[in-house]
Each structure stands twice: as C-alpha cells, then as structure tokens.
C-alpha cells in the first residue's frame, strides 16, 4: 500500500464518533490524510440485497431451524438486513436429497476408492424432510430476505433434481433468487473430494450442468441459475458464462464463486496481521469476473466464503480481526461492481459434516472451544443455545450501511498507512467507511464537492485485533434477542472539511449532511 492514489468508493452508515480516542486509548501520534470525494455516474449502485449468509443445506435435514418459530434466529437476520439473501449449499448439498413424498426413493450414494480419512466430504447422505421447505418459506416471509438454493450434483440425477426444484420453487414463490447446481465443481476431481473421477474436465462440467439444467426447466418454466459457484477458479467462472449452451444461457442470471482469504487454520502463517494485510488479487479477478458478467446482462455474486477455509481459525475467525476484515473485503468487492456476498457460517454439526468429520480449528485453539467447527461463523447458532452475532457479524452490519448507495470516486495518499476507505452517496447524504488496519492512528480530513455542514460517525472497535468478545457497533454491543441500541456522536466539521481520528486497529462509519 506505500504511497499511492486510492479510490475510495461507497456506503451507506449512521454514524458515531467525536473527535474523540476508541475505548483502546491509543495514544500512538496520529498520520494525517486527507481525503477528497467525487461523484462518479459510472460508479457501481449497491443493491438493497448485497448482504448475504451461507449455510450447508444439511441444515434443512432440521426443520425447527429456518422456521418462524426460531424467532431469535429471525432476529438477527432481520438485524443484519431487511433485504438480504440466504443461500443453501456446501459440501453437504452433494449428498442431500429432498423426500417430496413416501414415495421418493433414497439417492445411490458415490463413494470414492482410496483413503476417505484424506477425503473432506460427508459421503453419508442427509434427508430433508418436505415440512423443512414448508418452514423455510415462512422464514423468508418473517425476515424479508430470498433465496438461493443448491441443488445435489454429487449424488443425484437430473429426474431427481427437477423433482426437488419443482417442490422448491412452489413453496418458495417469489422470494426464490435462482438454482445452483453442484457445489465447487472446480474441486471434484481432487482426493480430497472425489465426487468426479480423474480425467473429469470442465467440458464435462458442462455437458452434465447443462443436462440437469434442462430437467429442471422442464419442469419449472420460469427457472433461474447461477453458476459455477467454483472453489477457486475465476477462469471456470468466465468460462462458464461464455460457453453455457444457448437453450439455457438466457437463464443463467448470475455467475457465482467462493473465496476465503486464509487456510488452512492449522497452518501457522494463517494469522491475523496476513488476513488483515489484503489480497491484491481480488480486484483483478473481480474486475474480470464483473466485466464477463455484464457483457452478458448478469450479475457477479460471491456466494460462499469467510476469512479462512475449513472451518475457521480459533482467535481470528471468530475474532474482532474478522470483523474489520469482513466489513473491508465486502465494500471492496461492492467497489468492483460485485452484487452481493454471502458469508458461509451455520450450525457446527453441519459444518463439521461437510468436512468430513474434520475440525483442524480444534488442533489450534488455545482454550478449551464449545464449537468445534464454524469459527466463522457470523451468527452462532447451536442446538440448546440462543443465537448470538459474532464479532464478523459486526463488520457485515458495517458493509451494509452501504447497500442502496452509489460509489463516489474519492483520493488520498496513504502515507503508507494500511488504511482502505468507501464512500457513497444516496439522495443528499454522503456515507464514508474507513478501515484502520494499521500499529498507528490516523487523522483524517475529508472534504466533498459539496458543502458539509454536519457529520456524525458509529465506531467499530474492540480492546484488541483478537479479542472475542466486547466487540461494540456505534457504542453498543449485539445483546440478546438482536437488541441492539446504536448511538451516534457529532464529528467536527471545519469550513466544509470533516476531521475525524481513527485508531490503529478500527473502523468508523461517517454521515455527512
């Protein structure tokens, strides 16, 4: 990051902050910024429906979980957003399968030869009960927010999955966003999946998508795709749009992909200050990803991913490090014209299940841990216990201030300083979002093209990057039952220009008036 021009781009945030320290009493001397905004009419509109969560499907094998009696659990939904998407997929979406009826048979089960003890899949098939789908209708209702659904490629066949989709998109109406089909097809041929035999290519990825798409139009004429949802690929994801037969191409409305910036968790160079650090490689494989898209009139969506694969690191995942690299990594792909992300989390017997039984977390974590998977989890959520937000839930609330705003373009030197910014706009108010990463304080100056009389900011902030608990959003922390009572402090505006300190280790989230 030494010393060069930034584009600062866009939210939407109520905020809280004087001229005033964090709760940390930094006392480091402060690097003066200042920074400067534009408007932009080609920058990216952020939809209502940018945030998202991600759970493995397993998690319908419940039917008391996504359901309108778990009210704590809709509650923290609707916290996080009013209008946002959940999706269903994983690694257990290969090995589910939906009982329509008495009569729907249970699928054949593939497992692969060799060592499944090296192998990261469930290769035991979970069934989903139809009064689950019936549930999950009504938890959408109840939250406000839609649907994206995985459909089994593992273990499955296209009379199977069309069946299925059918039932899903009857109970599911409206608030259904689009099918995927398969889960990290990218990975099918490796050992530690398995789900595809050596020698299987993206041709033949394809070739069988393409069939079990067509089942499924066959039986629900208004259906929706996206695709290819791959682990890793961005090549596998431009290659998809272009090469998607035409009898099916006008449906594929969004092309998807996974990305988490760290892992394994028990590799020792998976730590805070590498997650903090960034990944440059994200706004050139956006930006690709993005442009391939709209050449084609659909969106770019992340649909799984968190800071580090397989579970989460103990002391990172699930700490105020996450937070503020959460609320970065989505305002940075919101920058690059990305239309939403989700955030992989859920139940620690599901995600446990997905990994095969693994919990590498477990090798590494300090303490004694009640969870032993689904460190990363956004909103914690076991069986016997109350929901509760976790510190990366934080950060998501941050990003999403943003959502429904239009990116303003803005410059500054960072001196240096590992220090990202987002700044939007929307009717007359200006959002500015800055994320302080870095050992030192900053002081920011902000001036706009347009005159600000008032500002006022929410502090994201912690006693320490690994802290796992004490995390407050505008001085206030997630309590139970999603009670959660913000309070904003006036900032200091001088001629036009907003003046704010951030200290090292946080976040702030500025309205200009």
């Not at 505006?493 to 500025?510: D, E, F």
Request: charged share 20%.
């Amino acid at each position: 990051m030494d010393r060069r021009r930034f584009l600062i781009r866009a939210g939407a945030v109520v905020a809280s902050s004087a001229m005033t320290r964090s709760a940390s009493a930094d006392t480091s001397p402060e690097v003066a910024i200042d920074v400067t905004l534009y408007d932009d009419a080609a920058a990216a509109q952020i939809p209502l429906t940018y945030v998202g969560l991600s759970y493995e499907l397993a998690q319908l094998s419940d039917p008391t979980f996504f359901s309108t009696a778990n009210r704590d659990l809709v509650s923290n939904f609707r916290l996080l957003s009013a209008n946002g998407v959940l999706r269903l997929g994983g690694n257990t979406s290969e090995f589910c399968w939906l009982r329509v009826n008495a009569s729907t048979p249970e699928p054949k089960l593939h497992v692969p030869p060799g060592n499944l003890d090296a192998n990261w899949m469930p290769h035991r098939l979970f069934a989903i009960p139809p009064e689950s789908i019936d549930a999950l209708a009504g938890f959408l209702r109840a939250t406000g927010w839609r649907l994206i659904y995985g459909v089994n490629f593992g273990n499955s066949t296209p009379q199977r999955a069309a069946e299925e989709a059918a039932y899903v998109a009857q109970k599911i109406g409206d608030r259904l966003e689009f099918f995927q089909i398969g889960n990290e097809p990218d990975l099918y041929i490796k050992a530690t999946n398995g789900t595809r035999p050596p020698g299987w290519s993206f041709a033949d990825y394809v070739r069988e998508w393409t069939g079990f798409a067509e089942a499924i139009v066959a039986r629900v004429p208004n259906a929706r795709f996206g695709g290819p949802d791959v682990a890793a690929s961005s090549v596998w994801v431009t290659q998809f749009g272009e090469q998607v037969p035409a009898s099916i191409a006008p449906r594929l409305v969004a092309l998807t992909g996974h990305y988490y910036a760290a892992g394994p968790p028990d590799d020792p160079k998976v730590t805070i200050e590498r997650l903090l650090a960034g990944n440059p490689k994200i706004a050139v494989e956006t930006k690709a990803i993005v442009a391939s898209a709209r050449q084609h009139a659909r969106i770019y969506r992340m649909t799984e991913g968190n800071s580090c694969y397989r579970g989460g690191k103990p002391g990172m995942s699930d700490a105020f490090a996450a937070a503020l690299w959460a609320g970065d990594y989505m305002l940075e792909l919101a920058s690059l014209g990305c239309a939403g992300v989700n955030l992989h989390g859920g139940r620690s017997e599901f995600l446990t299940a997905g990994l095969g039984g693994h919990t590498p977390g477990m090798n590494v974590a300090k303490t004694p841990q009640a969870v032993p998977s689904g460190f990363y989890s956004p909103i914690q959520s076991e069986s016997g216990r109350e929901p509760k937000a976790m510190p990366v839930f934080y950060g998501m609330m941050l990003a999403n201030q943003f959502a429904g705003h239009r990116m303003l373009r803005a410059e500054c030197d960072l001196k240096g300083v590992n220090l990202t910014a987002y700044a939007g706009r929307r009717e007359q108010s200006v959002k500015v979002a800055v994320f302080n990463k870095d050992e030192q304080a900053v002081l920011l100056s902000i001036r706009s093209e347009h005159l600000v009389r008032t500002a006022a900011a929410w502090r994201l902030q912690s006693p320490s990057l690994d802290s796992t608990v004490d995390v407050t959003l505008a001085g206030a922390q997630i309590q139970a039952e999603a009670h959660w009572s913000p309070s904003a402090e006036l900032i200091e505006v001088r001629n036009g220009v907003t003046h704010l300190i951030v200290p090292a280790g946080s976040a702030a989230l500025l309205f200009l008036d």
